[in-house]
Protein backbone atom coordinates (compact mmCIF):
# COMPACT_ATOMS: atom_id res chain seq x y z
CA UNK A 1 0.00 0.00 0.00
CA UNK A 2 1.55 3.08 -0.79
CA UNK A 3 0.71 5.83 1.78
CA UNK A 4 -1.17 8.75 1.25
CA UNK A 5 0.32 11.60 0.32
CA UNK A 6 -1.46 14.11 2.50
CA UNK A 7 -2.24 12.92 5.95
CA UNK A 8 -5.27 12.17 7.10
CA UNK A 9 -6.55 13.06 10.61
CA UNK A 10 -8.61 11.66 13.00
CA UNK A 11 -10.29 14.92 12.70
CA UNK A 12 -9.10 18.37 11.94
CA UNK A 13 -10.62 21.79 11.53
CA UNK A 14 -12.59 22.92 8.57
CA UNK A 15 -12.76 26.44 7.52
CA UNK A 16 -15.12 28.02 5.27
CA UNK A 17 -14.20 31.50 5.00
CA UNK A 18 -16.94 33.68 7.02
CA UNK A 19 -14.35 32.63 9.97
CA UNK A 20 -11.86 35.07 8.21
CA UNK A 21 -14.39 37.81 7.83
CA UNK A 22 -15.62 38.16 11.28
CA UNK A 23 -12.14 37.88 12.74
CA UNK A 24 -11.01 40.92 10.64
CA UNK A 25 -14.39 42.87 11.54
CA UNK A 26 -12.93 42.17 15.22
CA UNK A 27 -9.56 43.68 14.00
CA UNK A 28 -10.86 46.34 11.97
CA UNK A 29 -13.15 47.91 14.87
CA UNK A 30 -10.45 46.77 17.22
CA UNK A 31 -12.80 44.73 19.06
CA UNK A 32 -9.84 42.68 20.18
CA UNK A 33 -10.72 41.57 23.44
CA UNK A 34 -12.93 39.48 25.73
CA UNK A 35 -15.50 41.85 24.55
CA UNK A 36 -17.40 42.40 21.29
CA UNK A 37 -20.21 41.56 18.70
CA UNK A 38 -18.74 38.40 17.70
CA UNK A 39 -19.28 36.84 21.77
CA UNK A 40 -22.43 38.40 21.82
CA UNK A 41 -23.68 36.70 18.62
CA UNK A 42 -22.04 33.71 19.16
CA UNK A 43 -23.80 32.94 22.26
CA UNK A 44 -26.86 33.97 20.35
CA UNK A 45 -26.81 31.37 17.89
CA UNK A 46 -25.85 28.68 20.47
CA UNK A 47 -28.49 29.54 22.23
CA UNK A 48 -30.88 29.50 19.36
CA UNK A 49 -29.57 25.96 17.84
CA UNK A 50 -28.99 24.37 21.52
CA UNK A 51 -32.46 25.67 22.84
CA UNK A 52 -30.56 26.50 26.13
CA UNK A 53 -32.10 29.82 27.49
CA UNK A 54 -28.22 31.03 28.07
CA UNK A 55 -24.61 30.47 27.13
CA UNK A 56 -21.28 32.22 28.73
CA UNK A 57 -18.79 31.74 26.08
CA UNK A 58 -15.09 30.66 27.64
CA UNK A 59 -11.78 29.83 26.67
CA UNK A 60 -12.54 26.10 26.79
CA UNK A 61 -14.82 23.20 27.70
CA UNK A 62 -12.90 22.82 30.49
CA UNK A 63 -12.57 26.00 31.85
CA UNK A 64 -16.57 25.29 31.33
CA UNK A 65 -16.59 22.53 33.09
CA UNK A 66 -15.02 23.99 35.76
CA UNK A 67 -17.14 26.45 36.61
CA UNK A 68 -20.18 23.80 35.91
CA UNK A 69 -18.64 22.45 39.35
CA UNK A 70 -18.26 25.29 41.39
CA UNK A 71 -21.96 25.93 40.70
CA UNK A 72 -22.77 22.69 41.42
CA UNK A 73 -21.64 23.85 44.93
CA UNK A 74 -18.92 20.65 45.03
CA UNK A 75 -16.29 21.23 48.18
CA UNK A 76 -13.25 19.30 49.06
CA UNK A 77 -13.58 16.17 49.95
CA UNK A 78 -16.66 15.78 48.45
CA UNK A 79 -17.12 12.53 46.23
CA UNK A 80 -18.61 13.19 42.55
CA UNK A 81 -19.96 10.64 40.12
CA UNK A 82 -18.11 10.91 37.18
CA UNK A 83 -17.96 9.26 33.04
CA UNK A 84 -15.00 6.57 33.68
CA UNK A 85 -14.15 6.06 30.30
CA UNK A 86 -13.90 9.96 28.46
CA UNK A 87 -11.20 12.52 27.81
CA UNK A 88 -9.91 13.15 31.80
CA UNK A 89 -11.19 17.30 30.52
CA UNK A 90 -14.69 15.70 31.71
CA UNK A 91 -13.33 15.21 35.56
CA UNK A 92 -10.16 17.34 36.13
CA UNK A 93 -12.29 20.18 37.31
CA UNK A 94 -13.66 18.19 39.79
CA UNK A 95 -10.26 17.85 41.15
CA UNK A 96 -9.46 21.43 41.02
CA UNK A 97 -12.10 22.25 43.49
CA UNK A 98 -10.88 19.02 45.58
CA UNK A 99 -13.95 17.41 44.90
CA UNK A 100 -12.98 13.14 44.40
CA UNK A 101 -14.23 11.53 41.29
CA UNK A 102 -15.41 8.08 41.93
CA UNK A 103 -15.92 6.31 38.38
CA UNK A 104 -18.63 4.90 36.84
CA UNK A 105 -18.56 2.17 34.48
CA UNK A 106 -19.89 2.38 30.87
CA UNK A 107 -22.78 0.11 28.83
CA UNK A 108 -22.67 -1.32 25.66
CA UNK A 109 -25.68 0.35 23.83
CA UNK A 110 -24.00 3.74 23.57
CA UNK A 111 -20.20 3.46 25.04
CA UNK A 112 -21.10 5.94 28.33
CA UNK A 113 -22.41 5.87 31.52
CA UNK A 114 -24.27 3.15 32.65
CA UNK A 115 -27.26 3.79 34.58
CA UNK A 116 -27.09 0.38 36.53
CA UNK A 117 -23.73 1.39 37.48
CA UNK A 118 -24.62 4.40 38.74
CA UNK A 119 -28.03 3.22 40.64
CA UNK A 120 -25.20 1.00 42.01
CA UNK A 121 -22.98 3.95 43.16
CA UNK A 122 -25.89 5.60 44.96
CA UNK A 123 -26.40 2.75 47.33
CA UNK A 124 -22.70 2.96 48.35
CA UNK A 125 -22.80 6.60 48.30
CA UNK A 126 -25.89 7.94 48.88
CA UNK A 127 -24.47 11.03 50.25
CA UNK A 128 -23.03 12.19 46.54
CA UNK A 129 -24.97 15.66 45.05
CA UNK A 130 -23.22 15.99 41.67
CA UNK A 131 -22.66 13.62 38.54
CA UNK A 132 -20.80 14.52 35.17
CA UNK A 133 -21.38 12.08 32.52
CA UNK A 134 -19.86 12.26 29.18
CA UNK A 135 -21.34 11.91 25.61
CA UNK A 136 -18.54 9.95 23.95
CA UNK A 137 -17.82 10.98 20.66
CA UNK A 138 -20.90 12.78 19.74
CA UNK A 139 -23.90 9.29 20.96
CA UNK A 140 -25.82 10.94 23.72
CA UNK A 141 -25.86 8.85 26.69
CA UNK A 142 -29.01 7.22 28.08
CA UNK A 143 -30.68 10.31 29.27
CA UNK A 144 -34.24 9.45 30.62
CA UNK A 145 -32.12 6.36 33.25
CA UNK A 146 -29.80 8.98 34.36
CA UNK A 147 -31.78 11.77 35.18
CA UNK A 148 -34.38 10.01 36.42
CA UNK A 149 -31.40 8.27 39.43
CA UNK A 150 -30.23 11.61 39.35
CA UNK A 151 -33.46 13.11 40.45
CA UNK A 152 -34.30 10.00 42.32
CA UNK A 153 -31.25 10.73 44.58
CA UNK A 154 -31.25 15.25 44.12
CA UNK A 155 -27.77 14.82 42.22
CA UNK A 156 -27.16 17.95 40.52
CA UNK A 157 -26.34 17.08 36.92
CA UNK A 158 -23.40 18.29 34.84
CA UNK A 159 -23.64 17.12 30.82
CA UNK A 160 -20.59 17.39 29.26
CA UNK A 161 -21.62 17.86 25.98
CA UNK A 162 -18.15 19.10 24.55
CA UNK A 163 -18.02 16.12 21.93
CA UNK A 164 -21.67 16.13 20.72
CA UNK A 165 -22.45 19.20 19.83
CA UNK A 166 -26.01 18.67 17.48
CA UNK A 167 -26.70 15.70 18.97
CA UNK A 168 -30.05 14.99 19.66
CA UNK A 169 -31.92 12.72 22.30
CA UNK A 170 -35.77 12.15 21.55
CA UNK A 171 -35.32 15.18 19.69
CA UNK A 172 -33.94 17.85 22.25
CA UNK A 173 -30.29 18.67 21.63
CA UNK A 174 -27.65 17.53 24.35
CA UNK A 175 -25.81 20.70 26.45
CA UNK A 176 -29.49 20.70 27.90
CA UNK A 177 -29.96 17.47 29.94
CA UNK A 178 -27.82 18.87 32.62
CA UNK A 179 -28.21 21.62 35.10
CA UNK A 180 -25.04 23.06 33.67
CA UNK A 181 -23.34 21.87 30.67
CA UNK A 182 -20.48 22.32 28.80
CA UNK A 183 -19.52 22.51 24.49
CA UNK A 184 -16.13 22.73 23.16
CA UNK A 185 -14.82 24.47 20.73
CA UNK A 186 -11.40 22.57 20.70
CA UNK A 187 -9.55 22.23 17.17
CA UNK A 188 -10.66 19.09 16.55
CA UNK A 189 -14.34 18.82 17.41
CA UNK A 190 -17.22 18.90 15.34
CA UNK A 191 -16.70 22.77 15.01
CA UNK A 192 -13.89 24.97 16.25
CA UNK A 193 -13.14 28.44 17.15
CA UNK A 194 -9.28 27.05 17.56
CA UNK A 195 -10.10 26.96 21.28
CA UNK A 196 -12.72 28.10 23.22
CA UNK A 197 -15.92 26.67 25.11
CA UNK A 198 -19.15 27.44 26.43
CA UNK A 199 -21.36 26.80 29.60
CA UNK A 200 -24.86 26.48 28.88
CA UNK A 201 -28.08 26.47 31.23
CA UNK A 202 -30.92 28.00 31.94
CA UNK A 203 -30.86 29.51 35.16
CA UNK A 204 -29.95 32.84 34.71
CA UNK A 205 -28.20 33.56 38.02
CA UNK A 206 -25.89 30.47 37.80
CA UNK A 207 -25.07 32.07 33.95
CA UNK A 208 -24.19 35.73 35.66
CA UNK A 209 -21.90 33.64 38.25
CA UNK A 210 -20.45 32.30 35.54
CA UNK A 211 -19.73 35.34 33.37
CA UNK A 212 -18.55 37.49 36.56
CA UNK A 213 -16.15 34.30 37.42
CA UNK A 214 -14.71 34.00 34.28
CA UNK A 215 -13.88 37.78 34.11
CA UNK A 216 -11.83 38.29 37.11
CA UNK A 217 -14.84 38.27 39.46
CA UNK A 218 -14.68 42.20 39.94
CA UNK A 219 -17.48 43.81 41.99
CA UNK A 220 -19.31 46.73 40.53
CA UNK A 221 -17.34 49.29 41.94
CA UNK A 222 -14.87 51.99 40.36
CA UNK A 223 -11.63 50.54 41.26
CA UNK A 224 -10.95 46.99 41.04
CA UNK A 225 -13.01 45.41 44.05
CA UNK A 226 -13.39 41.53 44.43
CA UNK A 227 -15.16 39.13 47.12
CA UNK A 228 -14.64 36.11 45.71
CA UNK A 229 -12.21 34.11 43.63
CA UNK A 230 -12.03 35.03 39.80
CA UNK A 231 -10.86 33.63 36.71
CA UNK A 232 -9.39 34.51 33.71
CA UNK A 233 -11.48 32.32 31.39
CA UNK A 234 -13.75 34.38 29.12
CA UNK A 235 -13.53 33.96 25.66
CA UNK A 236 -11.64 36.26 23.01
CA UNK A 237 -13.71 38.20 20.29
CA UNK A 238 -11.06 36.92 17.98
CA UNK A 239 -12.07 33.21 18.70
CA UNK A 240 -15.38 34.27 18.88
CA UNK A 241 -15.35 35.35 15.32
CA UNK A 242 -13.90 31.79 14.01
CA UNK A 243 -16.89 30.38 15.85
CA UNK A 244 -19.34 32.42 14.38
CA UNK A 245 -18.07 31.37 10.90
CA UNK A 246 -18.55 28.24 11.89
CA UNK A 247 -22.12 27.81 13.45
CA UNK A 248 -23.77 28.12 10.08
CA UNK A 249 -21.94 25.14 8.72
CA UNK A 250 -22.68 22.05 12.22
CA UNK A 251 -25.27 20.79 10.00
CA UNK A 252 -22.92 20.41 6.92
CA UNK A 253 -20.48 19.21 8.82
CA UNK A 254 -22.48 16.58 10.81
CA UNK A 255 -23.51 15.27 7.54
CA UNK A 256 -20.51 14.58 6.09
CA UNK A 257 -18.91 12.68 9.68
CA UNK A 258 -22.61 10.74 9.21
CA UNK A 259 -21.64 9.68 5.82
CA UNK A 260 -18.40 8.56 6.90
CA UNK A 261 -19.77 6.59 9.90
CA UNK A 262 -22.04 5.20 7.14
CA UNK A 263 -19.67 4.12 4.98
CA UNK A 264 -17.53 2.61 7.15
CA UNK A 265 -20.00 0.30 8.60
CA UNK A 266 -21.23 -0.65 4.99
CA UNK A 267 -17.33 -0.89 4.02
CA UNK A 268 -17.18 -3.40 7.05
CA UNK A 269 -19.77 -5.91 6.03
CA UNK A 270 -18.55 -9.43 6.76
CA UNK A 271 -16.22 -7.96 9.49
CA UNK A 272 -16.29 -9.19 12.70
CA UNK A 273 -16.61 -6.14 13.83
CA UNK A 274 -19.09 -3.54 15.26
CA UNK A 275 -19.50 0.61 14.58
CA UNK A 276 -19.50 2.75 18.10
CA UNK A 277 -23.33 2.53 18.53
CA UNK A 278 -26.61 4.16 19.21
CA UNK A 279 -30.16 3.99 19.33
CA UNK A 280 -31.43 4.87 16.39
CA UNK A 281 -35.17 4.85 17.63
CA UNK A 282 -34.49 7.92 19.90
CA UNK A 283 -31.23 9.21 19.38
CA UNK A 284 -29.08 11.05 16.15
CA UNK A 285 -25.35 11.86 17.52
CA UNK A 286 -23.31 13.77 15.46
CA UNK A 287 -20.87 10.94 14.45
CA UNK A 288 -17.84 13.00 15.67
CA UNK A 289 -15.26 10.26 15.53
CA UNK A 290 -16.18 6.74 13.83
CA UNK A 291 -15.08 3.47 15.96
CA UNK A 292 -15.12 -0.44 15.81
CA UNK A 293 -15.20 -2.89 18.12
CA UNK A 294 -13.60 -6.01 17.33
CA UNK A 295 -15.49 -9.31 18.10
CA UNK A 296 -14.34 -11.59 21.12
CA UNK A 297 -13.66 -14.20 18.94
CA UNK A 298 -11.70 -12.15 16.35
CA UNK A 299 -8.71 -10.50 18.77
CA UNK A 300 -5.37 -12.22 18.77
CA UNK A 301 -3.77 -11.36 21.75
CA UNK A 302 -2.91 -7.90 22.96
CA UNK A 303 -1.33 -6.63 26.21
CA UNK A 304 -0.49 -2.85 27.24
CA UNK A 305 1.57 -1.64 29.79
CA UNK A 306 1.40 1.82 31.01
CA UNK A 307 3.05 3.24 27.72
CA UNK A 308 3.70 0.66 25.11
CA UNK A 309 1.13 -1.84 23.41
CA UNK A 310 2.22 -5.62 21.81
CA UNK A 311 -0.03 -7.85 20.42
CA UNK A 312 0.89 -11.82 19.06
CA UNK A 313 -0.83 -11.65 15.29
CA UNK A 314 -3.04 -14.95 14.74
CA UNK A 315 -4.44 -16.06 11.07
CA UNK A 316 -7.98 -14.36 11.03
CA UNK A 317 -7.55 -12.14 14.20
CA UNK A 318 -6.40 -8.93 14.88
CA UNK A 319 -6.27 -5.43 17.63
CA UNK A 320 -6.35 -2.61 17.79
CA UNK A 321 -2.92 -2.11 17.95
CA UNK A 322 -2.57 -3.66 14.83
CA UNK A 323 -4.87 -1.86 12.59
CA UNK A 324 -3.46 1.22 14.15
CA UNK A 325 0.04 0.70 12.87
CA UNK A 326 -1.42 -0.59 9.61
CA UNK A 327 -3.32 2.84 9.35
CA UNK A 328 -0.76 4.36 10.41
CA UNK A 329 1.70 3.15 7.87
CA UNK A 330 -0.18 4.81 4.76
CA UNK A 331 -0.04 8.07 7.00
CA UNK A 332 -3.39 8.17 8.46
CA UNK A 333 -4.93 8.56 11.90
CA UNK A 334 -6.67 6.49 13.94
CA UNK A 335 -6.50 6.51 17.83
CA UNK A 336 -7.28 4.45 20.88
CA UNK A 337 -10.50 4.66 22.29
CA UNK A 338 -10.43 7.16 25.63
CA UNK A 339 -8.21 4.95 28.34
CA UNK A 340 -10.94 4.86 31.42
CA UNK A 341 -9.56 6.69 34.25
CA UNK A 342 -10.01 3.72 36.72
CA UNK A 343 -6.66 2.51 34.79
CA UNK A 344 -4.94 5.68 34.56
CA UNK A 345 -2.09 5.98 37.02
CA UNK A 346 -3.21 9.20 38.55
CA UNK A 347 -7.12 7.83 39.24
CA UNK A 348 -5.94 3.96 39.85
CA UNK A 349 -7.08 4.19 43.29
CA UNK A 350 -10.48 5.97 43.03
CA UNK A 351 -13.34 4.19 43.75
CA UNK A 352 -15.00 2.38 40.37
CA UNK A 353 -17.93 1.31 40.01
CA UNK A 354 -19.47 -1.11 38.02
CA UNK A 355 -23.14 -2.53 37.84
CA UNK A 356 -21.87 -5.78 39.94
CA UNK A 357 -21.00 -3.08 42.50
CA UNK A 358 -17.42 -2.14 43.43
CA UNK A 359 -15.09 -2.88 40.52
CA UNK A 360 -11.30 -2.91 40.72
CA UNK A 361 -8.62 -1.91 37.71
CA UNK A 362 -7.13 -5.37 37.71
CA UNK A 363 -5.12 -5.82 34.57
CA UNK A 364 -4.66 -4.02 31.17
CA UNK A 365 -4.28 -7.77 29.40
CA UNK A 366 -6.85 -8.32 27.58
CA UNK A 367 -8.68 -11.68 28.56
CA UNK A 368 -11.15 -13.03 25.85
CA UNK A 369 -15.06 -13.57 27.13
CA UNK A 370 -14.73 -10.58 29.85
CA UNK A 371 -13.35 -11.00 33.43
CA UNK A 372 -12.97 -7.51 33.23
CA UNK A 373 -15.39 -4.53 33.24
CA UNK A 374 -17.15 -2.90 30.59
CA UNK A 375 -14.99 0.14 29.81
CA UNK A 376 -11.53 -2.22 29.91
CA UNK A 377 -13.29 -4.48 27.68
CA UNK A 378 -14.18 -2.03 25.23
CA UNK A 379 -10.91 0.11 25.75
CA UNK A 380 -9.11 -3.43 24.89
CA UNK A 381 -11.31 -4.03 21.59
CA UNK A 382 -12.20 -0.90 20.24
CA UNK A 383 -10.40 1.93 18.16
CA UNK A 384 -11.38 5.39 16.49
CA UNK A 385 -10.82 5.49 12.91
CA UNK A 386 -9.74 8.14 10.57
CA UNK A 387 -12.81 10.43 10.50
CA UNK A 388 -12.08 13.75 9.05
CA UNK A 389 -14.63 15.71 6.81
CA UNK A 390 -12.30 16.29 4.44
CA UNK A 391 -10.91 12.55 3.72
CA UNK A 392 -12.78 11.72 0.34
CA UNK A 393 -14.49 8.32 -0.17
CA UNK A 394 -11.67 6.66 -2.12
CA UNK A 395 -9.40 7.33 0.44
CA UNK A 396 -12.02 5.82 3.26
CA UNK A 397 -12.14 2.52 1.11
CA UNK A 398 -8.22 2.49 0.68
CA UNK A 399 -8.81 2.73 4.76
CA UNK A 400 -11.50 0.15 4.59
CA UNK A 401 -9.45 -2.60 2.68
CA UNK A 402 -6.17 -2.03 4.93
CA UNK A 403 -8.66 -2.82 7.93
CA UNK A 404 -10.09 -5.52 6.17
CA UNK A 405 -6.61 -7.34 5.50
CA UNK A 406 -5.85 -6.82 9.02
CA UNK A 407 -8.32 -10.03 9.38
CA UNK A 408 -6.58 -11.86 6.90
C1 LIG B 1 -12.56 18.18 24.23
C2 LIG B 1 -13.22 17.68 25.44
C3 LIG B 1 -13.28 18.46 26.61
C4 LIG B 1 -12.51 19.70 26.82
O1 LIG B 1 -12.68 20.72 25.96
P1 LIG B 1 -11.51 21.78 25.72
O2 LIG B 1 -12.18 22.84 24.95
O3 LIG B 1 -10.42 21.08 24.99
O4 LIG B 1 -11.04 22.25 27.06
C5 LIG B 1 -14.00 17.96 27.67
N1 LIG B 1 -14.61 16.78 27.61
C6 LIG B 1 -14.57 16.00 26.52
C7 LIG B 1 -15.30 14.72 26.55
C8 LIG B 1 -13.85 16.42 25.41
O5 LIG B 1 -13.77 15.61 24.34
Redesign the pocket.
Given at each position: MKPFEKKIYLSSPTMHGEELEYIKKAYDTNWMSTVGENINETERLICDKVGCKYAVALA???SA?HLAVKLAGVKPGDRVFCSDM??A??LNPVVYEGGIPVFIDGEYETWNMDPLALEKAFEMFPEVKVVVF?NLYGTPAKMDEIIAICNKYGATIIE?A??SLGATYKGVQTGTFGKYNAI???GN?IITGS?G?MLLTDDLDAANKARKWSTQSRENAPWYQHEEVGYNYRMSNVIAGVVRGQIPHLEEHIAQKKAIYMRYKEGFKGLPVSMNPYDESIMEPNFWLSCLIIDDEAMCKQVRSDNEACYIKEKGKTCPTEILEKIAECNAEGRPIWKPMHMQPMYRMHDFVTKNGNGRANTNAYIAGGGIDINADIFARGLCLPSDNKMTPEEQDIIIEVIRSCFE
Open positions: SGTLTFATADAESFNKSG
